[in-house]
């Protein structure tokens, strides 16, 4: 038997950026995303069991070690279903991988829900909000961004509490129904992978107190302040909280030692084309946020996407390749043959 699951990337709002608890992989903050489009950004992954003696990763068409953090879930999931058959793990990105374009969020929600099926040879190829939200709680110890990949539309990964691993979970806040008119915009300025991967770069955030003491503070009532912004449909706010928490989460990238600068100089010139347009617009009609990477993320609107394009793709910026995509419709997409 085989079983191929389709998920998409999510873009985070409000950043997963430290945790709390190390060895339960409970985050210092929840955090709220939305998930792309994967008709345009998306990991497909295949399991069936292997004919040789141990798991096997391709990844994009070529061998690789597995990831510890994979070999730990395989071990759970043998460990609940006394499975023992050596797998055979096929996974594609159709997007740069570990490039800063969240390909962890997609590969390990496809990664696990594909498990699921695998090792539960009669349960249908759709999954329940229940089950979904339970397999999150698993995915999350391979990439903690990954939880929120296990829904379409908008999602809050709830913290939860620190020493109750079950309680740290994706939730639906709204389908892509309520983001309808959001269009997104992913700039890639750079497919290289990144030096410093996100979980180096988030031990030391939560290793300095004065910055892991400003997420703590500042991430709650932010986030309050996101959901409602996206449920009341209100822009405006919704680009401020998302400026406002992605310059936060550069500056704990940037201010630990040695740093971890992520932008590259093309990165700064699309801040500043966004913020350009809406001075000229004397309103909030675009905003940015950025993954642990150079690559933008842009928001708008239907009836501003035009005008932005236009006054966009005129400025002089080298380098950078632009998709459109919208926010995903679906929760993942699954199929046993
Ligand atoms: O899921 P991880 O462990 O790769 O970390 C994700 C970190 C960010 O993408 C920068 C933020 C987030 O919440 O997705």
Same mark, same amino acid.
């Given at each position: 038997m085989k079983v191929t699951v389709i998920t998409a990337p999510n873009i985070a709002l409000i950043k997963y950026w430290g945790k709390e608890n190390e060895e339960l992989f409970i985050p210092i903050n929840s955090s709220l995303s939305v998930t792309l489009d994967s008709k345009d950004m998306s990991t497909t992954t295949t399991l069936s069991f292997n004919e040789t003696n141990e798991d096997i990763l391709i990844l994009n068409g070529k061998q690789c070690p597995l990831a510890k953090r994979m070999t730990n879930i395989l071990s759970w999931f043998r460990g609940e279903t006394k499975e023992t058959r050596p797998i055979l793990i096929n996974t594609q990105n159709s997007f740069p991988t570990?490039? %800063?374009?969240? =390909?962890s969020s997609s590969s390990y929600s496809a990664f696990v829900i594909a498990l699921f099926l695998l090792l539960n040879? &009669?349960?249908?190829p759709t999954l329940s909000i229940e089950e979904l939200s339970f397999l999150s709680t698993i995915s999350r110890q391979g =990439? %903690?961004? =990954?939880?929120?990949?296990?829904? %379409? %539309?908008c999602v809050e990964w709830e913290k939860g509490s620190? =020493?109750?691993?079950?309680?740290s979970k994706a939730v639906q806040i709204c389908t892509s129904a309520a983001l309808s008119d959001l269009e997104i915009l992913v700039c890639v300025v750079s497919s290289a992978a990144k030096s410093i991967g996100s979980t180096e770069g988030m031990q030391k955030t939560a290793n300095d107190p004065s910055l892991r003491t400003l997420r703590e503070t500042n991430v709650p009532p932010r986030l309050e302040k996101a959901k409602l912004s996206i449920l009341s449909k209100d822009f405006a706010s919704l680009a401020q909280i998302t400026m406002d928490e992605c310059t936060e989460f550069l500056h704990c990238c940037s201010t630990t030692i040695p740093p971890n600068g992520y932008l590259s100089p093309i990165s700064t010139q699309i801040i500043q084309a966004v913020n350009d347009f809406n001075t000229i617009n004397k309103n909030l009609l675009v905003f940015y946020t950025f993954d642990a990477g150079p690559n933008a993320i842009l928001f708008t609107r239907t009836g501003d996407l035009l005008s932005f394009l236009d006054y966009f793709l005129r400025k002089?910026? &080298?380098?950078s390749s632009t998709k459109r995509t919208s926010v995903q419709t679906k929760d993942p997409i699954c199929s046993k043959f």
């Open positions: 570990a490039a %800063g374009l969240a =390909s040879p &009669t349960h249908p =990439s %903690g961004s =990954s939880c929120r990949s296990m829904f %379409g %539309g620190s =020493s109750d691993s079950r309680s002089p910026i &080298t380098n």
